[in-house]
């Protein structure tokens, strides 16, 4: 499985935007990048995905590098609420199992 | 919510015990997967099965076993349980393989 890797931890100061990297070099040409986010004590939810182009949804936006070897997950402003780890995940268009990483830890303050 | 429903949402047992987790996918999805979080582990992937047949296993001991049925719910079944079986239970559904997945609340298990 393609890998991905994100810092370990990351903090943010509330109603400010918040760029979270995420690195996959190995990145092959049908796998799509997905970020998903894990809530305390909460399953994980999803945020957004993309293949090529940059994507914008109602909760955040992906930024897809043209080499698409990186990827960035914009919060355009972050709340309390978005404190959480975040997951950078590659996922095969065929693919079987998302495979998650240790993901990065966003800290918000008030 | 995900719309994908788990049972029980916590459960205590002892060692050497036999439990089932039970899993409803959302309305429509063919897909589900099994992972399991501990705290020093992060989230892995057990076992995902498409419309009734296993299509992927990870990380599963062979203690653990688990299956979808016709009606596509699916259980993971855990037995002769150990300490180091303590853990969140995700189950999660998608419509499709490489779809994007959809998480439950989890099963907390707790093995005294």
């Known amino acids: 499985d393609a890998k991905t890797t994100q810092p370990n931890s990351m903090e943010s100061n509330e109603e400010e935007p918040v760029h979270l990297p995420c690195n996959h070099s190995?990145?092959?040409?049908?796998?799509?990048i997905h970020w998903y986010r894990q809530l305390p004590s909460q399953g994980p939810e999803y945020v957004i995905h993309?293949?090529?182009s940059n994507v914008n949804n109602r909760m955040a936006s992906l930024a897809i590098a043209e080499d698409r070897k990186s990827s960035t997950l914009i919060l355009h402003r972050a709340t309390l609420r978005d404190a959480a780890v975040y997951y950078c995940?590659?996922?095969?268009?065929?693919?079987?199992?998302?495979?998650f990483g240790k993901g990065i830890t966003l800290s918000v303050r008030p | 919510d995900s719309g994908v429903t788990q049972t029980p949402k916590h459960l205590i047992t002892a060692t050497g015990q036999r439990v089932t987790l039970r899993c409803s996918p959302r309305?429509?999805?063919?897909?589900v997967y099994w992972y399991q979080q501990s705290l020093d582990q992060g989230l892995q992937f057990l076992i995902q099965?498409?419309?009734?047949?296993?299509?992927a296993k990870g990380n599963i001991l062979e203690r653990f076993s688990a299956q979808q049925f016709p009606d596509l719910h699916s259980e993971l079944n855990l037995s002769s349980l150990e300490l180091g079986d303590s853990a969140l239970y995700f189950c999660a559904s998608s419509v499709v393989i490489g779809d994007t997945i959809y998480f439950g609340e989890g099963s907390w298990l707790t093995v005294v």
């Open positions: 993309g293949l090529t």
């Open positions: 995940i590659l996922n095969p268009v065929r693919g079987s199992k998302l495979t």
């Open positions: 190995t990145i092959s040409g049908t796998d799509y």
């Open positions: 099965y498409y419309n009734g047949e296993e299509r």
């Open positions: 309305s429509g999805d063919l897909s």
